[in-house]
């Protein structure tokens, strides 16, 4: 059974730092690209970070760039999330994701239909 448990979520002061991991089991995900997505309250799921298999290419979606870093670690089946300079609107709930498609090198797709495997999610809580 395949399953992807996210952790690392939390309540904390807009400024700080969290760092969400995902953490796969069932299978290895070593050869596919996995990705974060969240949904805030009362709107829809939406794209946050990707990376491609190896590592070597990541994509972000502009409300994170330069304050989150996608990063996998493939010894431990894990994806992590280090997110930085959090603001209030980075509340959500934070759900991991992985790929089964392969499409090339740098493959790391930002559409959340792309994907197979979806964790349950864990809560991030910014307060301003």
């Known amino acids: 059974?395949?399953?992807?448990?996210?952790?690392?979520?939390?309540?904390?002061?807009?400024?700080d730092s969290l760092r969400l991991s995902c953490a796969a089991s069932g299978r290895t995900f070593s050869s596919h690209a996995m990705g974060w997505?969240?949904?805030?309250?009362?709107?829809e799921?939406?794209?946050?970070?990707?990376?491609?298999?190896?590592g070597s290419n990541t994509n972000?979606?502009?409300?994170?760039?330069?304050?989150?870093?996608?990063?996998?670690?493939?010894?431990?089946?894990t994806?992590?999330?280090?997110?930085?300079s959090l603001k209030a609107e980075d509340t959500a709930?934070?759900?991991?994701?992985?790929?089964?498609r392969y499409d090339g090198n740098y493959y790391s797709p930002s559409n959340s239909e792309e994907y197979v495997y979806w964790g349950q999610g864990t809560q991030v809580t910014v307060s301003s």
């Open 1 to 15: 059974q395949v399953q992807l448990v996210e952790s690392g979520g939390g309540s904390v002061q807009a400024g």
């Open 45 to 54: 799921r939406e794209f946050v970070a990707s990376i491609n298999w190896s």
């Open 60 to 77: 972000y979606a502009d409300a994170v760039k330069g304050r989150f870093t996608i990063s996998r670690e493939h010894a431990k089946n």
């Open 79 to 84: 994806v992590y999330l280090q997110m930085n």
């Open 93 to 100: 709930i934070y759900y991991c994701a992985a790929s089964l």
């Open 37 to 43: 997505f969240r949904q805030a309250p009362g709107k």
